[in-house]
């Protein structure tokens, strides 16, 4: 079994799109540990002005705003099929090229850490990844 870490972000029906996510992660990791969710700004946006998070759940259907999670778990997998695995999820749950154009993430999952081995090395310092990785070490 190789010890993982992956990071899941949604900018479009944030709620829905974690949740299927989870559902469909069931499928590839042992024993899940999920932070709590929390929303984010976008880090990279073409939108020109942001309005700022007057609730603690903005609307999923006009929100711009990320809704991010991190999960640590097991997994028989290697790193390269987990890897197809997770862009296989997230093809299934929308994220195409049109998506992609209309500034939509349904679901995006990033596996940070396989094992050792860490990856998105930039993302390791983004706020919301150091806000969330303490719930982790409980």
């Not at 709620?15 to 996510?21: D, G, I, V």
């Not at 990791?29 to 990279?44: G, K, M, Q, R």
């Not at 609730?55 to 991190?70: C, D, E, G, K």
């Not at 679901?107 to 850490?113: K, S």
Request: charge should be negative.
């Amino acid at each position: 079994m190789h010890s993982v870490l992956i990071s899941l972000a949604s900018n479009h029906e944030q709620e829905k799109n974690l949740s299927e996510a989870r559902e469909a992660l069931a499928q590839v990791l042992v024993s899940p540990v999920y932070t709590s969710a929390i929303w984010t700004e976008p880090y990279h946006s073409h939108i020109s002005h942001l309005t700022p998070l007057t609730s603690s759940h903005p609307s999923p259907h006009t929100s711009h705003l990320y809704l991010n999670q991190l999960v640590y778990a097991q997994t028989d997998l290697d790193c390269d099929e987990l890897n197809s695995r997770l862009k296989e999820i997230e093809k299934a749950q929308g994220r195409n090229d049109e998506a992609r154009r209309q500034g939509l993430v349904p679901v995006d999952l990033d596996l940070l850490q396989y094992d050792q081995q860490r990856f998105h090395l930039r993302d390791w310092q983004r706020p919301y990844i150091q806000q969330l990785l303490p719930e982790l070490s409980n």
